[in-house]
């Protein structure tokens, strides 16, 4: 199915975090690399994932969403940072997942649900990024979340621990790997009202020279 048809078709507009593999992706070790990635539009057939490395139409794939489980699918069509996935499961597992939708939905609605911590960490509205490496490559990276002091990132890059960096103008180091991407600390903290703005910057002249201070863990 394509992402055309799909949207006119019944789905809920639902935001999970969660993971993925594609075949022939491989760390340093051999083992098959884990990207995350974030739903967009779900029903209880296909999904629409935004993700750091697309693939191709017609690979298979396995996915794990915190909310979700395991799905395993197929890829069959892709957008800019996106895919749509057509989910394998059987009938009793539909009508389950059908229902957990319902609740995910309600639960995201619900505004007495909130996060206590100094810097609470969200998922910004556009996962999607420049990012900058110490040598002035650059290239596309998605946003599994952020606070206002820093953020955890997927990307073809896997950056060593301690190397300077930047997501549009927001400078830091890589400071931790995650099991699908890495944690950045920003050389300072930013205000809410401006991190969207400058996240989207995409300027080669970013001054990564600011991030000699030592990593925090």
């Known amino acids: 199915m394509s992402v055309e048809k799909f949207l006119k078709q019944r789905a809920v507009k639902i935001t999970v975090n969660g993971s993925y593999t594609l075949p022939n992706w491989y760390d340093a070790q051999g083992k098959l690399r884990s990207f995350a990635c974030r739903t967009k539009r779900v029903s209880p057939f296909r999904m629409i994932v935004?993700?750091?490395v697309v693939g191709k139409v017609g690979e298979r794939l396995t996915s794990y969403f915190e909310e979700f489980g395991k799905f395993d699918g197929c890829i069959t069509d892709t957008m800019g940072g996106s895919?749509?996935?057509?989910l394998e499961m059987t009938h009793a597992m539909r009508e389950k997942?059908?229902?957990?939708?319902?609740w995910i939905e309600k639960k995201q609605k619900d505004p007495s649900i909130r996060e206590a911590r100094n810097n609470p960490r969200f998922a910004p509205v556009a996962p999607h990024a420049m990012l900058t490496l110490a040598d002035g490559t650059m290239q596309s990276c998605f946003i599994?979340?952020?606070s206002l002091s820093g953020a955890a990132v997927s990307s073809e890059a896997q950056p060593p621990i301690g190397m300077p960096l930047a997501i549009g103008a927001c400078v830091g180091r890589v400071v931790r790997h995650l099991p699908n991407g890495f944690a950045i600390k920003f050389v300072e903290t930013y205000?809410?009202?401006e991190l969207a703005r400058l996240i989207s910057r995409k300027s080669k002249e970013l001054q990564l020279a600011s991030a000699d201070g030592d990593p925090v863990a």
């Open 191 to 193: 205000k809410q009202s």
């Open 83 to 86: 895919f749509l996935l057509e």
């Open 144 to 146: 599994i979340d952020m």
């Open 97 to 102: 997942f059908a229902d957990k939708l319902t």
């Open 50 to 52: 935004d993700v750091p």
